[in-house]
């Protein structure tokens, strides 16, 4: 796989661990460095894990849609992506009812909540036939990276930028669904 593309699905992954983390760190004024490194720690095992799960479950699956399988990834990160985009629109809602969200049930929730695409985007890549393992640490490790800066810029950036990122992430999913099945069908 082009590096460029499994980094634009790396990024495009994390920017809802970005989002987050912005928006707590905004509305917290600032974390702590155990704060930051709980969500980046968070976030980044869960961004790993859910592409790695997707991704033997899509293994099983294959055969039964190797015909269609350019199809079947340009759908889902399609849908993953607009999903995304659609999300980046609607309002905030109150998510960080305790006093620390990144301590307990909060942070496991959290981290479940900005890992669910990860999950389709594994599904994806066994369609696709790739290595599993690369991606997924490149997608943790960026997830964690994100995560880190986030927490540094979030006090200065507000809201509306979390918002943005995640429209941002959005459609790099869905140009580089439409990259895969142009692709392919440029091939055949």
Sequence with gaps: MNILILAGIALALAVDAFAVTVGLAFSLSGLSRQQVFRLAFHFGLFQFMMPVIGWFIGENLIKLISRYDHWVAFGLLLLVGLRMVWQSF???????????PTRGWSVLVLALATS???LAAGFGLAVLGINIWISALVIGLTAFSLTWVASRVGPLMGRVFGR?????????????????LFDHLRKG
């Design 90 to 100: 609607r309002g905030e809602e109150d998510r960080f009812q305790n006093s620390d």
């Design 116 to 118: 669910q695409d990860a």
């Design 164 to 180: 943005r990122a995640e429209l941002v992430g959005g459609l790099v999913l869905v140009l580089i669904g439409f990259k895969i």
